[in-house]
């Protein structure tokens, strides 16, 4: 086995262990590769494992990638933050994008969603608290921009997203806990919201420990990337 392959199986078995713990059935969550810095040749290693869904923060390193990898058929999810003026390329190659925080992108997204495509499956970024960026609806605002966002047709509304700030042990859990009381609020509203996209590769556990349905996990399946994940200092953020 490759390296990228058995790390694949060891972040299923930390899933597979975490979800038996909050007696959830693993087949419950689904785990988005986030192959962000790495190469076309990581990501076709990780799909040759049955892998096929791959998160991506950067634009244009991820069109090379999709471009380069169109043959796999593999799906694409945009995590990172979303510039007005990249709304078009995202809603054109993307399945999803899971990092949606205010209610223009949401529109610029949904205008330029080619009709040959379904709608792109869409996540709201919440702030909750000791969330690390700026980023993200504040829980206060988070119904009325589900509300609009959900009447756009070419998006389909799916659920909720955070990034908390790092943090150990039992404190992790306090964050993704907040995130899903809020969905399970919208809910009870009337949205009908099957997705948490919640838990990266230190915190993973917890996230599932509080429901997450898809963990975005990138360093435990291609190891320590050796450019800077630049995101935090994207969203100009002093954590
Ligand atoms: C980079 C990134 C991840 C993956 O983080 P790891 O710690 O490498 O697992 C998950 N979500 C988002 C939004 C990211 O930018």
């Given at each position: 086995m490759t390296t990228i392959a058995s790390a694949l199986t060891s972040v299923k078995r930390r899933i597979a262990a975490a979800a038996e713990a909050a007696h959830r059935?693993?087949?419950?969550i689904q785990l988005l590769a986030?192959?962000?810095?790495?190469?076309a040749a990581a990501v076709a290693e990780a799909a040759r494992?049955?892998?096929r869904a791959f998160g991506e923060s950067y634009l244009q390193e991820a069109l090379d990638k999709i471009e380069a990898l169109r043959a796999l058929a593999l799906e694409w999810h945009f995590i990172g933050p979303i510039q007005r003026n990249k709304t078009r390329p995202i809603a054109e190659n993307f399945a999803w994008a899971h990092s949606v925080d205010r209610l223009n992108i949401a529109q610029r997204l949904n205008d330029a969603?080619?009709?040959?495509?379904?709608p792109l499956n869409v996540c709201l970024q919440v702030n909750v608290s000791?969330?690390?960026?700026?980023?993200g609806v504040d829980p206060e605002t988070l119904p009325a921009l589900a509300r609009a966002v959900a009447a756009l047709p070419r998006l389909t509304l799916r659920g909720l997203m955070t990034i908390p700030r790092p943090a150990a042990g039992a404190a992790q859990r306090a964050p993704f806990q907040q995130l899903r009381q809020l969905r399970e609020s919208l809910m009870r509203q009337g949205f009908s919201l099957d997705t948490l996209s919640m838990g990266m590769s230190s915190d993973l556990d917890a996230a599932v420990a509080e429901g997450a349905t898809i963990v975005r996990v990138g360093t435990a399946i291609f190891?320590?990337?050796?450019?800077?994940?630049n995101q935090r200092i994207d969203n100009g953020s002093t954590p």
């Amino acid at each position: 086995m490759t390296t990228i392959a058995s790390a694949l199986t060891s972040v299923k078995r930390r899933i597979a262990a975490a979800a038996e713990a909050a007696h959830r059935s693993p087949d419950d969550i689904q785990l988005l590769a986030v192959s962000k810095t790495w190469p076309a040749a990581a990501v076709a290693e990780a799909a040759r494992t049955g892998q096929r869904a791959f998160g991506e923060s950067y634009l244009q390193e991820a069109l090379d990638k999709i471009e380069a990898l169109r043959a796999l058929a593999l799906e694409w999810h945009f995590i990172g933050p979303i510039q007005r003026n990249k709304t078009r390329p995202i809603a054109e190659n993307f399945a999803w994008a899971h990092s949606v925080d205010r209610l223009n992108i949401a529109q610029r997204l949904n205008d330029a969603r080619p009709p040959a495509l379904p709608p792109l499956n869409v996540c709201l970024q919440v702030n909750v608290s000791g969330e690390a960026t700026k980023s993200g609806v504040d829980p206060e605002t988070l119904p009325a921009l589900a509300r609009a966002v959900a009447a756009l047709p070419r998006l389909t509304l799916r659920g909720l997203m955070t990034i908390p700030r790092p943090a150990a042990g039992a404190a992790q859990r306090a964050p993704f806990q907040q995130l899903r009381q809020l969905r399970e609020s919208l809910m009870r509203q009337g949205f009908s919201l099957d997705t948490l996209s919640m838990g990266m590769s230190s915190d993973l556990d917890a996230a599932v420990a509080e429901g997450a349905t898809i963990v975005r996990v990138g360093t435990a399946i291609f190891g320590a990337r050796q450019r800077e994940d630049n995101q935090r200092i994207d969203n100009g953020s002093t954590p």
